[in-house]
T-cell receptor, first 107, second 116 residues
């Protein structure tokens, strides 16, 4: 089993749709969790941290479920500019990236 | 926000030569830097964790004699790909975590290496 595993992509959705990604992790001692966004051939950029209580930033909501060892990212009212690859990052001694989920938002 | 600068952004070299990539934290001190490699359509794979003043910790399967990492100061880490071969062609990205950081990573712009 991979240390960090994400939903396989790509996700093709129309503008305005709501889309959710999941990311599971195997190390129960993992301490910090993040979602990053990566545009083609660019470096990843932090989208948001994920807290136990869940957190929201505009159209984006991140949640953590420690019991089931997964984090999620919900994007509401998708925009064309949301098209990118979304990477989850889990820190438990070392940083591990998920393989990324590609999102394509169509007009 | 914090800035991490990576240089060069792209390099083309002949097989058998060595290539050095620099990663600098410009406005903060980074006790820990990470080096990743990313092949097309794949995620970032951690190669090694570099701690200032000590030896790097390499991930399983990464040859430490081929990928030399030096973290001589709190603002600079270097990755040298020795005797590069075409299969080493990839996108190399460094990231840094600041002193007393919350865990957020700051990424360099990446270096695209093409070995002919």
């Amino acid at each position: 089993r991979k240390e960090v595993e994400q939903d396989p992509g790509p996700f093709n959705v129309p503008e305005g749709a709501t889309v959710a990604f999941n990311c599971t992790y195997s190390n129960s001692a993992s301490q910090s969790f993040f979602w990053y966004r990566q545009d083609c051939r660019k470096e990843p950029k932090l989208l948001m941290s994920v807290y136990s209580s869940g957190n929201e930033d505009g159209r984006f909501t991140a949640q953590l479920n420690r019991a089931s060892q997964y984090i999620s990212l919900l994007i509401r009212d998708s925009k064309l500019s949301d098209s990118a690859t979304y990477l989850c990052v889990v820190i438990g001694g070392k940083l591990i990236f998920g393989q990324g989920t590609e999102l394509s938002v169509k007009p | 926000g914090a800035v991490v600068s990576q240089h060069p952004s792209w390099v083309i070299c002949k097989s058998g030569t060595s290539v050095k990539i620099e990663c600098r934290s410009l406005d903060f001190q980074a006790t820990t830097m990470f080096w990743y490699r990313q092949f097309p359509k794949q995620s970032l794979m951690l190669m090694a964790t570099s701690n200032e003043g000590s030896k790097a910790t390499y991930e399983q399967g990464v040859e430490k004699d081929k990928f030399l990492i030096n973290h001589a100061s709190l603002t600079l880490s270097t990755l040298t790909v020795t005797s590069a071969h075409p299969e080493d062609s990839s996108f190399y990205i460094c990231s840094a975590r600041g002193l007393g950081g919350t865990g957020e990573l700051f990424f360099g712009e990446g270096s695209r290496l093409t070995v002919l």
